[in-house]
């Protein structure tokens, strides 16, 4: 029922920004956490960022200053904003909504490949 869509995934120098989005349908969004999750090459799927319904974020240690997690329950999107890009964050990048009593997640995104490469 949940379905989740990322886009806005691609190429990108190393140093360069790019913001990905995830578009979420079968939800009434608002009462729900959201995550980001990321897949490297040969890695297993590792958290990057998660967002409350109240709007309170955290983040893998290292990446608060370069990542930043955001949602709009008017568009019941939420996005991830990647600046100063690493080689190091090339992998698919997965959007996750939580479970009704918020200890799990409900469902996943089918992934958007972002490539940092010069």
């Known amino acids: 029922q949940i379905h989740l869509v990322e886009s806005g995934g691609g190429l990108v120098q190393p140093g360069g920004s790019l913001r990905l989005s995830c578009a979420v349908s079968?939800?009434?969004?608002?009462?729900?956490?959201l995550a980001w999750y990321r897949q490297a090459p040969g890695r297993q799927r590792e958290w990057v960022a998660t967002i409350t319904p109240s709007g309170t974020t955290r983040y893998r240690d290292g990446l608060s200053d370069r990542f930043t997690i955001s949602r709009d329950n008017a568009k019941k999107t939420v996005d991830l904003q990647g600046t100063s890009l690493k080689t190091e964050d090339t992998a698919v990048y997965f959007c996750?909504?939580?479970?009704?009593?918020?200890?799990?997640?409900?469902?996943w995104g089918q992934g958007t490949q972002v490539t940092v490469s010069s």
């Open positions: 079968g939800s009434d969004f608002g009462p729900y956490g």
């Open positions: 996750a909504h939580a479970t009704a009593d918020g200890d799990n997640w409900a469902a």
